[in-house]
């Protein structure tokens, strides 16, 4: 399943999960509601299609990479309590409530919200002390001693182990508990996407010529060389940046983002042919309606790069 499709089934759960009768309980009963397990490679968008569906369900969103926290901000702290048990007293550990908890009790109150997603995200790739912690979010939605507020939909994501040598791989009963979708790059799914968000169009450009270099992973003698759809657009931001700046774009800066050696150096030499072609042809002017002399038959004469270029450039500046 590609993100776009992933969205689309997601929005609809968190539709479902929501929805009430006429007494003003939930249609499906909370203890129902699989959580939500994304399987996917990293930088392909499961953060912000969550962001997305939030936005556009209008609740609220909680969102914690589990690996940047320790099982003490997970769990809560534990501290000594005394209780009296047939009539003796014994101390006793309880817990302070998790970090993650009381941020969505803090969310409530200063947003007004009372439903949203909480989304946690590498959640299989966490350290032998918390793993277990995960196991028992999963099955039972609770860190610690703390429930899950109600109205707050558990949806998760991790990457295959391909992608990441800390992954611990979940039981026969923790994926009985949840809703699995695992998730594929996608270039077609990208285009859509960066249609929206006003991708540079030398990447689409680019991706149209050379579809097998939009998500790469590769082990060599040098470790992981990697491209993959957060990278493309993230380059695509700073080139906007450095070309409203008058700042060269070069094999070296195009490298810091797309992260393989070979397709860094692909791309640098087709941005440099791009920038010739948007010279040549002169861009502005013919959106202008003012057209040289000679294009129309330079375009009949030229390659299907040189044409492909010419219809990004044409549309990019639209």
């Known amino acids: 399943m590609n993100i776009k499709k992933a969205k689309e089934d997601i929005k ?23 959580p939500i397990l994304l399987m996917g490679p990293p930088g392909i968008g499961k953060t912000q299609i969550m962001q997305q569906i939030a936005r556009e369900c209008g609740i609220g969103l909680i969102a914690y990479t589990i690996t940047h926290h320790t099982r003490q901000s997970a769990v809560g702290l534990p501290f000594i309590k005394e209780e009296v048990f047939e009539g003796k007293t014994h101390s006793v550990t309880e817990y ?26 590498e959640i299989n790739c966490v350290s032998e ?25 558990i949806t998760a994501a991790g990457n ?22 695992n998730i594929e790059a996608d270039l077609e799914a990208f285009r ?12 689409l450009s680019y991706l149209e010529l050379r579809p097998q270099n939009f998500y790469r992973t590769e082990n060599d003698v040098d470790g992981m060389q ?7 657009e993230d380059l695509s931001y700073l080139i906007y940046s450095y070309e409203k700046l008058s700042i060269p774009v070069d094999e070296d800066v195009i490298h810091q983002f797309l992260q393989h050696e070979d397709i860094a150096k692909d791309v640098a030499a087709y ?39 010419c219809v990004e450039l044409l549309t990019g500046g639209l």
Request: glycine content about 6%; hydrophobic content about 35%; overall charge positive.
């Open 192 to 203: 859509s996407y960066a249609r929206t968000r006003h991708i540079h169009p030398f990447i």
């Open 160 to 181: 295959p182990p391909e992608y990441n040598k800390s992954v611990r791989d979940f039981d026969f009963v923790t994926l009985d508990r949840v809703r699995k979708i």
């Open 226 to 232: 990697f491209v993959t759809a957060r990278g493309w």
């Open 129 to 153: 002390t918390l793993a277990p912690t995960m196991l028992q979010f999963l099955q039972c939605k609770t860190f610690g001693n703390q429930a899950v507020p109600k109205g707050w939909i």
């Open 96 to 121: 302070t409530m998790s970090e993650i908890i009381s941020s969505i009790y803090r969310y409530m109150e200063e947003s007004g919200k009372r439903e949203g997603i909480l989304f946690i995200d």
């Open 271 to 309: 941005y440099d042919l791009y920038q010739k072609y948007r010279d040549e042809y002169d861009i502005s002017r013919i959106l202008a309606g003012q057209v040289k002399s000679g294009v129309f038959e330079r375009l009949f004469r030229a390659s299907f790069d040189e044409r492909l270029s």
């Open 12 to 34: 609809n759960t968190v539709r479902a999960y929501l929805d009430k009768d006429e007494f003003g309980q939930y249609r499906i009963p909370e203890v129902r509601q699989r």
